[in-house]
């Protein structure tokens, strides 16, 4: 049986009778390749969201409205990528089996091949959406298999050839990219195209996955492994609404906030709002 959180994200206070997206977090960042700290993440979210509006402008709606339910962060191994993935994968499983949607707040990007590998067994359709400035396609990192770095490589191995949609992709190895053009569909620097993907999955099972340092860190300084030259939160805000209010999102995640590098908050209230926007157009 899910039960909600003491602490919830804004008004993400339904019980699972009631709710048809349930929040969790997984705080790990055991295998970051730069600056650690996403661990802390998914609880600054959940904090930080009471100093933001539970009303949209930008979609008249509010998640007073909404039918979330918040069941907290997971309880994780940090010194155990395997053990923390077969955790999160538990707890996506159970979301799934109670005919809800999962949202997993990150934590480091890996957090997503948890929840994704739940999906994928239960949606054998399963398509990616993918947000991110680094295209994460490595076989391994330092020897390392279970790396954030190596996430949606390891996501392909499940799904196989043109199921994986990459956007805003602005960083990785040479071998990466040259990979990359035999086995997804990789959309360099921005959005564009993004609505003519959501159109040819109609129908089609999404896994959503937003790795916030899509964002440029003029306005996002809080991330782990910051790339100059991406896009405005404006940008993000926009596509994040297309995808889910277009397309068949069964699960997503929203990772890689660092909150140590920037005390300014800045990045918190753009995770939060991005957040926000997700679970609004999710609706």
Known sequence: MLRRNIEVFMACDKEEGE??????????????????????????????????????????RDLLDSAVMDIGDLELCLGDASAALSRIEEA?????????????????????LGAFR???????????????????????YLGAKLSHACVLRRCWELVGDGRI????????????FAWGKDHVTTHRFDF?????????????????????????????PGTGTPEPGGVSFDALRRAVTLVCSRA???????????PPYDPSGISAAAACKTVREMLLALE
């Open 19 to 60: 709710a048809r997206t349930v929040l969790f977090g997984a705080p790990f960042d055991c295998t970051t390749s730069y600056r650690p700290g996403t661990r802390f993440g998914s609880g600054t979210i959940r904090r930080e969201s009471f100093g933001i509006e539970t009303y949209s402008p930008y979609q008249d």
């Open 92 to 112: 996506a499983e159970e979301i799934l089996a109670a005919g809800k949607r999962p949202f997993l707040l990150g934590g480091e990007h890996l957090v997503t």
């Open 118 to 140: 739940a999906a994928a067994r239960r949606y054998p359709e399963l398509r990616v959406i993918h947000f991110d400035a680094h295209a994460d396609l490595r076989d391994d």
């Open 165 to 176: 949609f990459q956007f805003g992709i602005r960083s990785g190895d040479r071998e990466e």
């Open 192 to 220: 564009e195209g993004l609505e003519q993907v959501v159109e040819s999955l109609a129908g089609k099972p999404v896994y959503f996955t937003v790795d916030l340092d899509v964002l440029d860190p003029s306005v996002f």
């Open 248 to 258: 068949n999102v069964v699960a997503c995640d929203v990772n890689e906030l660092s």
